[in-house]
């Protein structure tokens, strides 16, 4: 989704890790938050990870709303029950990146692609990459429909963005398949030799 601020930015919501992002928990639902998510842990999680859990299928989820600020101007924008935006102007300039992480310029995020031989069906296009860093000025998502372009593209991403330390983990997937991946700490896994 996106919407316009009053200074004309558009913001967009497609990505996930944004920083200009946050979800937030009324105080008067936390009791209820916390209790679903240790029901959830008593009747045994379903398969996969606690994350997932929490992220998808966990109904007190739906608990959390989201409030954005926009990256231009500094306007916060808060989602009332109903999922419309309300938008509030500070008092001054300095309250700027207010819902970026506590890690603040430490934050390492992450490099994914994908690889389909065969378009997905939500897609005119075989190859797209996702970026989630710390530095806005790189596009968050691109296309692509040439495959050497595509692996070309990422490989030269992924060196910038670890040598810069703005990543935790990239990942390369070809119709599924890991063709690479590398971790913060742990080194890179995968048959390709970039
Ligand atoms: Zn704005």
New binding site residues.
């Given amino acids: 989704m996106h919407f316009y601020?009053?200074?004309?930015?558009r913001?967009s919501d497609i990505t996930d890790f944004l920083s200009f992002k946050a979800s937030f928990l009324a105080d008067q639902d936390e009791d209820d938050y916390f209790g679903q998510v240790e029901q959830a842990v008593q009747d045994g999680l379903p398969a996969g990870s606690l994350l997932d859990v929490l992220a998808i299928q966990l109904p007190s989820r739906y608990l959390c709303r989201s409030m954005y600020q926009?990256?231009?101007?500094?306007?916060l924008f808060l989602e009332d029950t109903s999922g419309k935006l309300h938008e509030f102007v500070p008092k001054t300039s300095e309250a700027q990146g207010l819902l970026r992480s506590v890690e603040q310029e430490k934050w390492r995020g992450f490099l994914h692609g994908y690889w389909n031989d065969t378009p997905p069906s939500w897609s005119e296009h075989c190859g797209f990459i996702e970026i989630n860093s710390n530095d806005t000025s790189l596009p968050g998502y691109l296309t692509f429909d040439e495959r050497k372009n595509f692996e070309e593209r990422y490989f030269e991403l992924f060196e910038t963005l670890k040598q810069r330390g703005l990543i935790r983990f990239a990942g390369l997937k070809i119709n599924r398949d890991w063709l690479h991946r590398w971790s913060q700490g742990k080194g890179e896994q995968g048959n390709a030799t970039p």
Avoid: T
């Avoid at 926009?70 to 306007?75: A, D, E, I, W």
């Fill in positions: 601020c009053s200074c004309g930015n913001i926009c990256p231009q101007c500094g306007n």
